[in-house]
Structures are given as structure tokens and as C-alpha cells.
């Protein structure tokens, strides 16, 4: 083995072993550092002996700077059968999976931010739009035959399983993995299969959802039915779990993840796109060009946040989700990014409180206050004729009443009764007037309307200038607990840097189980497939499994969890706590780093206090003169309609 012969009858002489892989074993070229030979552990058909000269032909600047392709073959003797492959050596680089891991890229990437994250979901887009404008197709696209380097440059590994044509014959990628296989090609042989560009799209755009979303698949998540929901199966049914149609499809997010709303519209469009029914069904997916145009712009549309440095996000949005992932129990993607720590300088807590204290509060009373009229309030006069027929029913009635009562005292005769009944007549037929009822009736309705008109600028009083009041007490209050919390921060810190030295043990424990990753284990009933579904709930490593975080994962029972937590076991067996060392310096980075950020806004809200207070006041008593001439208004209406009523 050690004397080979490449495709043009040179000799190639082998260095030492640098790798081994399902298909064969990698090792140096002695006089050619910038290369690779590699020796497949079986013999070479006919067929993949075609397609590795086809390939080496079409070796090309283009492709050589995106991948390790094939720039010759390898034989025993010259002209003899091929053994091998002579390919660029590629140096630096780590495979994808350990930059959108968070759990990995903490050892591999510690220092990528999600800017840089974005960068390689760009780069490796570019990637694809090369392969594809070569005419070639991947085929076999998943996390392992990509490889990143420390400046975000992606290239290809094992590309002699792609799929090529030369001269009109298309030699086929026999191989895929489940997890990148877009729907219309889940559970066909990949065997002879022709597949086509855009098939490779639907693998691009799972690669860059991992990218941007932490590892997180796109198919996986809570599903609301009540069986098991395999990745393979999600991806046939088109369960993006993430998309504005997932809860059609009984689908939800699993928690503690960014949300499609986290990225462009632009580049959420293209996912709902690249995972869409209709692009399973003729349609097609957005390609290498255009996830790279997308990336672009919203790589140029990154802001810092203000708490940490080391959180990048999409500018438009309101705040920092990465913030309120870990706000909401998630954990912190960014940890390992080194950042100085930013701590306000003359801050004075004392100066600020004085300056919130003398902020006045606004007036306590909620209620519109009870307006008098200013002037006398006369009642409109009757119409000329009404006021007749009101004299006379008065005259008529208070001289009925007097008559009755001379007739009653024996000072008018037996027959001034019938002068009663007379009066009486009169003032019955006067009192049932129509015109004088109406004017009657109208001059009440109009006293009940101005009284239902008054009530309403009371209720409106009391709901507009109370909720400002409210909120001028509830911000009170707040600036209150953060002023207490403010004083407490240095005992608070001086309690969780004595529980690190207590918890040195629990640390070292931790820090040990996170060498050991979950995808790279051989685990009993925990297949590809689950292992995905594990990362995408944040289940990693050995570190991270516990009964209640395996469970709440699905597809996984007490069985599948025994089966972990077994693995968890042994692998404790090995740890071996060292007293003699100190705290992990990691540990008190992120813990100063927590402390920091706390002190921050505690800072930032209690500056802008005073202001906020300021502005609350004022607006209740702006809300008050606004309201204050209608309910002056209101109130004289009211009083002169009831002026009117009385009249009548």
C-alpha cells in the first residue's frame, strides 16, 4: 500500500494515517502536503470506478476551492485496478454540526456569535449554487460532509459520493440520510436514484435552520396528536413545526428556541418556502443564490445588545431574544464569548432617589369632580300659548281646591259645588293637553340624555386619568423593588461565588459528563433519528440528561430514558473529583458576566425613573385639563336642561 500510482502512471508514496471512515482510510502523501490519499477498505466496482474517473476529470479550480474532490485516482500498479482517490488536503476546518451545536461549539467555535453563524450558513449556501453550477448534484446531503473553518469557510468532505453526469451518463449518490431527505423522496431506495438540485435544497435549507436556530431541526417538535412523531415521518407530512401552518398540522416549537420571527421576512419566507407542500409537488425551492442573498442583507441588519456582547440579533426586533430565551428558563447559546464586562460608571443610587422621590404624585382622586354652574341657571320659557294653558290649569286647579275648601267651611253656599265640578272640568281638560304633554316629555328627555352624557365623560374621566394614575404607582412601586434589589446585588453575588466553591464537586461532575456527546454514543434504542430529537430539546450531552429533561422529549418513554440515564451512569463511574483545584475560571467568567448585565439594568431603569415619573404626572394632568372643559360643558347642559324641565 505504501507504493501507489495516481491516474497518470506517477508514483505516490503514503505517509501516516490521518483518519478512518465508514468507506476507508485517509492518510499523507509524502511528497505532496497540500494532498490526501484515500484508500477504500473494499474493492472498487466497475461503476464506481467510472464515476471516480469521471469525477477526476472534471476536477476544476471552481469546485477544488468549495471541496475535496477527486483530482485522480489510485491503483496498485499502473493501469491496474483503482484503490483509491488522490484529493485536496483540507486543514483547519471542523465539521458543521460542531458550530451549530451549542453544547460543541463552546469547545470548537467559543468565540462565533450568531453574526457568525450567519456567515457560514452564507458561505455554505455559496457552496451549494457552485455545485450545482457545475452541473453536479450532492445527493447525500447531511451534517458530516461539511466542514467549517475558524473564518467561516465551508467546504466539502467525501464528495465521491455525488452525484455526476458526464457525456450523457449519470453516475447516482446511492447513499442520503433521513434527516435531510426532503418528502417526496422519504422512504425510496437511494439506490440508481437521479435526483436533482432542487432536492439538494430542501438539505440547504435544514443546514441553515440549524445554523440560525441553534441545532434546532426544523420538523421537530411538540406534536399534539397522541403518537409518536419520527423526523422522517414529519418531514413526509410536511410538519414544519416552526412555519405560520404548524398548528394546522398539530405541530409547536420546542421550548427555549428562536422563533421564525427572529430572522428577516425575507429569510423566513424562503423556510416556509423550502419546506412547503407545493415545492414537493413541482414547485421549487429557493436555491444557493438566493439563501445567499437573503443572508446578505440581514447579516448588515445585526444589532449588538446592550447586556451582552456576545448576543447579536436582528435589529428590527423589539429586544433581544436571546436575552429572553434565557430569561424564560432557556439556557445562554453565547456563553463561552469572552466580553468585557460593562458597568455603568457615576452611577449614584442616592442622587437618582432623591431626584425619584421628589417627582410629585398626581392627584390621588379618580373620580371627575362635581362642577357647580357658575351663573344663575334660568329654565327656558313656555311658547306663549303653553304658558296660557299652564295659567289657566294652575288657576283652574288652585281655584277648585279653594272653593272646596270656603264650601267645606260653610262660607259658600250648598250650590257653589257645582262651581267645584266646573274648575275641575277645566283644569282635567287643561291637563291633558298634547301639545302642552309633548313639551313636557321633551324637555325630560333632554334633562335624561344631558345626565346619561355627563355620566359618560365621568366613566371616561375615571378609566383614562385612573389608568395613568395607576401606572404612575405600579412604576413607583417597581423602581422601589429594583432599588432594593440594587442594594442587595453585592451581597446576592457574594452568596453565588461561595455556592461555585461549594458546588466544586457538582461543577467538575458537569464539566466531565459535557466531553460526551450524545450523537457520537452508541446508546441502546436510540437511534439517528432521536438523537436529533434530543438536540433540538437541548439534550446534548451526558451532562444534560435527567429523567424529567429526557421525558419531556418526544418519543422518548421510560424505557428510551432508562437507556440514557444508564449511559449517564457508567460514564460517571469514571469521573474522579480533584479537590486541589479551584474554581472553574469559566465558572466565574459567566457568573461575573451574569452580575454585570443585572447591574446594567438595574442601572438603566432606575436613571430613566425620575423621567418616567415626570412624564406619567404630567400626563394625568394632561389628561384632566383635556377632559376638564367637556365635563364643565357637560355639567351646564345638564343643569339647564333640568332648569327646562322644571319649567314645564
Not at 416549537?253 to 419546506?275: M, T, W
Not at 364643565?632 to 339647564?640: C, I, T, Y
Request: proline share 5%; hydrophobic share 40%.
Amino acid at each position: 500500500m505504501n507504493r501507489l500510482f495516481d491516474g497518470f502512471g506517477r508514483e505516490v508514496r503514503l505517509g501516516g494515517r490521518i483518519g478512518r471512515g465508514g468507506e476507508g482510510v485517509v492518510f499523507e502523501v509524502v511528497d505532496d502536503p497540500q494532498a490526501v490519499a484515500k484508500i477504500y477498505h473494499e474493492a472498487v466496482d466497475s461503476e464506481k470506478s467510472s464515476k471516480l474517473m469521471a469525477m477526476a476529470q472534471q476536477a476544476n479550480p471552481v469546485v477544488l476551492e468549495i471541496a475535496a474532490w477527486p483530482t485522480t485516482t489510485l491503483h496498485g500498479s499502473r493501469g491496474g485496478r483503482i484503490l483509491g482517490i488522490l484529493m485536496p488536503r483540507i486543514v483547519g476546518h471542523h465539521p458543521v454540526h460542531q458550530l451549530y451545536s451549542p453544547a460543541q461549539r463552546k469547545a470548537t467555535f467559543p468565540s462565533a456569535d450568531w453574526s457568525f453563524l450567519l456567515h457560514t450558513a452564507r458561505n455554505l449556501a455559496q457552496s451549494f449554487a457552485t455545485v450545482h453550477s457545475q452541473g453536479h448534484v450532492v445527493g447525500d446531503v447531511n451534517q458530516g460532509n461539511l466542514v467549517v473553518s475558524s473564518k467561516a469557510l465551508v467546504r466539502f468532505i467525501d464528495c465521491d459520493s455525488f452525484q455526476i453526469t458526464q457525456n450523457g451518463k449519470t453516475h447516482a449518490c446511492n447513499v442520503g440520510v433521513g434527516h435531510f431527505t426532503p418528502p417526496e423522496l422519504q422512504g425510496r431506495s437511494f439506490s440508481g436514484l437521479i435526483r436533482t438540485p432542487n432536492h439538494d435544497n430542501f438539505g440547504l435549507a435544514v443546514l441553515c435552520f440549524h445554523l440560525l436556530f441553534m441545532g434546532r431541526h426544523p420538523f421537530v417538535g411538540k406534536f399534539l396528536g397522541s403518537t409518536d412523531m419520527p423526523i422522517e415521518r414529519a418531514i413526509r407530512e410536511f410538519r414544519f413545526a416552526f412555519g405560520q401552518g404548524a398548528g394546522a398540522r398539530q405541530m409547536a416549537p420546542p421550548p427555549h428556541v428562536l422563533r421564525l420571527a427572529g430572522v428577516s421576512q425575507g429569510l423566513a419566507s424562503l423556510f416556509e418556502r423550502a419546506f412547503s407542500e407545493s415545492t414537493a409537488r413541482g414547485g421549487s425551492r429557493p436555491t444557493g443564490a438566493a439563501w445567499v442573498s437573503a443572508l446578505d442583507s440581514l447579516r448588515h441588519e445585526l444589532r449588538t445588545c446592550s447586556r451582552y456582547a456576545g448576543h447579536k440579533y436582528y435589529k428590527v426586533l423589539s429586544e433581544c431574544p436571546w436575552c429572553a430565551i434565557e430569561q424564560g428558563g432557556g439556557p445562554d447559546f453565547f456563553i463561552s464569548i469572552t466580553s468585557a464586562i460593562r458597568i455603568a460608571t457615576g452611577f449614584d443610587l442616592q442622587a437618582i432617589w432623591s431626584a425619584i422621590t421628589q417627582v410629585p404624585s398626581p392627584d390621588s382622586s379618580r373620580e371627575a369632580p362635581v362642577l357647580r354652574p357658575n351663573v344663575k341657571v334660568i329654565g327656558k320659557p313656555l311658547p306663549s300659548g303653553l304658558r296660557r294653558v299652564k295659567l289657566f290649569r294652575a288657576a283652574a286647579g288652585w281655584g277648585s281646591l279653594g272653593v272646596l275648601a270656603a264650601f267645606l267651611f260653610g262660607i259658600l253656599p250648598p250650590g257653589s259645588i257645582l262651581l267645584v265640578l266646573s274648575l275641575v272640568i277645566v283644569w282635567l281638560v287643561l291637563r291633558n293637553n298634547k301639545a302642552f304633554e309633548q313639551e313636557h316629555a321633551r324637555r325630560q328627555q333632554a334633562a335624561k340624555a344631558a345626565d346619561q352624557a355627563l355620566q359618560g365623560i365621568r366613566i371616561r374621566w375615571e378609566r383614562e386619568v385612573g389608568e395613568v394614575q395607576n401606572r404612575f404607582q405600579l412604576t413607583r412601586r417597581s423602581l422601589e423593588e429594583r432599588r432594593t434589589e440594587y442594594q442587595s446585588l453585592g451581597s446576592a453575588y457574594q452568596r453565588d461565588r461561595g455556592a461555585l466553591i461549594t458546588k466544586r464537586e457538582e461543577n467538575q461532575r458537569r464539566r466531565f459528563l459535557e466531553q460526551y456527546f450524545i450523537q457520537r454514543a452508541s446508546i441502546h434504542r436510540v437511534g439517528p433519528g432521536l438523537k436529533a430529537t434530543l438536540a433540538s430539546y437541548g439534550v446534548e450531552t451526558a451532562a444534560d440528561i435527567t429523567y424529567q429533561a429526557v421525558m419531556a422529549v418526544p418519543g422518548f418513554g421510560p424505557t428510551r430514558t432508562r437507556e440514557l440515564l444508564a449511559w449517564r451512569t457508567k460514564l460517571e463511574q469514571g469521573f474522579r473529583f480533584d479537590p486541589s483545584k479551584g474554581v472553574d475560571p469559566a465558572d466565574t467568567a459567566a457568573l461575573d458576566q451574569r452580575y454585570a448585565a443585572k447591574r446594567q439594568d438595574l442601572e438603566r431603569f432606575l436613571r430613566t425613573g425620575p423621567e418616567e415619573l415626570r412624564r406619567l404626572s404630567a400626563a394625568a394632568t394632561q389628561r384632566r385639563s383635556a377632559l376638564l372643559p367637556e365635563l364643565r360643558r357637560l355639567s351646564d347642559e345638564l343643569a339647564q336642561a333640568k332648569s327646562d324641565a322644571a319649567v314645564a
